[in-house]
């Protein structure tokens, strides 16, 4: 199946996890990932069922912090 990750058409087996992809794309600090597939956020505790479609768009964010002094 034909997914876009991070703007990059790709190929995967289908019946893909959004858990598995986070691990096939390496993703630094997985624990810290927020996924959206076709613009909603994905519960990080459903990353194991949640099953990835043909021609679904992934983004991994990543939230920092900071601040001005």
Sequence with gaps: MQLTVAGNQ????????VAKLIEL???ETPAYVTV?????????????E?????G?????LYFM???SA
């Design 10 to 17: 790709k190929e995967y087996a289908d019946g893909l996890t």
């Design 25 to 27: 794309e390496e993703v």
């Design 36 to 48: 959206s597939v076709n613009d909603a956020f994905i519960a990080g505790g459903t990353f194991e």
């Design 50 to 54: 949640a099953v990835l479609q043909d």
């Design 56 to 60: 679904d768009r992934i983004e991994f």
């Design 65 to 67: 912090g900071g601040g």
